[in-house]
């Protein structure tokens, strides 16, 4: 048998899947603490999961993806919110990064001096479309000049200017590299060169400073950031699920214990009224919204929803604010019954209900022609999305997950253009990552493997 281990880096845990290459299937699973050098946590799990494969095996592979150490740390520059910023932004999301920060408009001295206190690992600078600004784009770089702290930097701007921004940058950054803009005109996005540009960064720069191994192994092994892992994973989804041409989209959820993570893909034709940024394939990260050092997060964004849960006098008053703050203050802490295991639950109900409607579009009535009221789609519109993938750790383990997903999709507003019919799948096996990892060199078997440990989802 051939096999691949695949593993994800996280900050709490290191998880190793044996896949056979041959079939495509999972042959084996390990997992052990993220502690000390990487790669013993590595070692460990890796040799957990080949003590599950049946019969001789040869390791023909070995990728990785991580997000141990933070994970990848960026900021994004635009002119407009709207547009250039909004794509920098999704480059930089799509890219696998926690994205620090988003500074848009003319740019000041406190927008310098808050780049220099977040102090990020990657700077994506945008800003005009390919026949627009050039004169502010210039003055924001003159701006930040100063304020880089060594970090590295993409520049993806108006093309006529780009080169001068990068002379402007080059002198207080680490480095400074110019691909193509953003967005070149209203409606058309690419993001993919300066999305793979972060990526060789992220290998060649930010995974080596962070010293989590000393071993050159670890370099070696990582190819990706784990959320640029589950976005691909995502793109096969929508690719393979439903019938050719038909384009039904999916979407891929991580509730975590700090964050809670949404992706979707929509591929297919362009809608009739194109968007002026175009995001077919999306992240976004909400980082209040956790059920561990996020839920006082979860609380503060839902609390009333999360206190009907858990009315007087069953719990007294101060309970559910005694337990966020217990969660923020033992983030490891496990809670198999009672009434802490329903408050996870919730909780998680609350970090998904929350964060698809933050992500998904919405429906909105506006004045149209003659002053008649107009029904409009503000994109993305999720709605004929035909798989919803479920993952995190709580919903792994929990008995009946899917009816956790449910009930958040029943909390959305009836404005939110989110998937209300898709089928919901949990990903028990850490399956996404792993497909994400193989799909640049081996598509086939990314495919095939979610095709043979999601059936549900891609059936």
């Known amino acids: 048998m051939n096999v691949a281990l695949l593993a994800d880096f996280g900050s709490t845990f290191t998880k190793v899947l044996a896949v056979d290459l041959d079939a495509a299937v999972i042959a084996g699973h390990g997992l052990c603490p993220s502690g ?43 002119l407009v919110p709207e547009l250039t910023a909004l794509a920098a932004q999704t480059a930089a999301l799509n890219a696998g990064a926690r994205l620090l920060a988003v500074l848009a408009g003319r740019l000041t001295g406190a927008d310098a001096a808050r780049l220099s206190a977040l102090a990020p690992e990657i700077v994506l600078f945008a800003g005009g479309t390919d026949d627009g600004q050039q004169q502010r784009v210039l003055d924001n770089a003159a701006a930040i000049a100063g304020s880089l702290a060594g970090a590295h930097v993409v520049v993806a701007c108006n093309r006529a ?40 960064l992220f290998l060649r720069h930010v995974i080596a400073g962070k010293r989590l191994s000393a071993s050159p192994r670890f370099a070696a092994l990582v190819r990706m950031a784990t959320p640029d892992a589950v976005l691909r994973a995502a793109v096969l989804c929508a690719e393979t699920a439903g019938s050719p041409g038909e384009g039904p989209g999916a979407i891929v959820t991580d509730v975590g214990g700090a964050t809670t993570d949404v992706y979707s893909a929509v591929p297919g034709p362009p809608a009739a009224r194109a968007p002026l940024v175009s995001r077919p394939v999306m992240r976004t990260v909400q980082g209040d919204l956790g059920l561990r050092s996020g839920a006082a997060g979860v609380l503060a964004a839902d609390g009333g929803w999360l206190a009907a849960q858990f ?40 970090c998904l209900a929350r964060a698809l409607q933050r992500h998904a579009g919405t429906r909105v009535v506006r004045p149209g022609p003659g002053g008649r009221a107009e029904v409009r789609h503000l994109d993305p519109d999720l709605t004929g999305c035909r798989v919803l993938v479920a993952g995190g750790g709580l919903l792994r383990a929990a008995d009946r997950p899917e009816e956790v997903v449910r009930a958040a999709l029943d909390r959305l507003p009836a404005a939110a253009l989110a998937p209300r019919q898709a089928r919901v799948v949990i990903d028990r096996g850490y399956v996404l990552a792993a497909a994400g990892l193989l799909a640049p060199a081996h598509p086939k078997v990314a495919a095939d493997l979610l095709r043979h440990e999601l059936p549900e989802a891609i059936s």
């Open 161 to 200: 200017v780009g080169r001068m921004v990068a002379g402007l940058l080059a002198p207080g950054a680490a480095s400074v590299t110019v691909v193509p803009n953003v967005l070149p005109e209203l409606g058309r996005t690419r993001t993919g060169p300066a999305r793979e540009e972060i990526g060789r």
């Open 36 to 78: 000390g050098d990487l790669m013993d946590s590595y070692d460990k799990a890796a040799g957990a999961a080949l003590g599950q494969v049946r019969g001789p095996a040869t390791v023909a592979l070995e990728l990785a993806a991580s997000s141990a150490g933070g994970g990848l740390r960026m900021a994004a520059v635009g």
């Open 311 to 350: 009315p007087a006098p069953a719990y007294g008053p101060g309970w559910l604010a005694a337990a966020c703050a217990r969660r923020q203050a033992e983030p490891a802490a496990v809670y198999g019954y009672g009434p802490q295991l329903l408050l996870d639950r919730a909780l998680a109900v609350s």
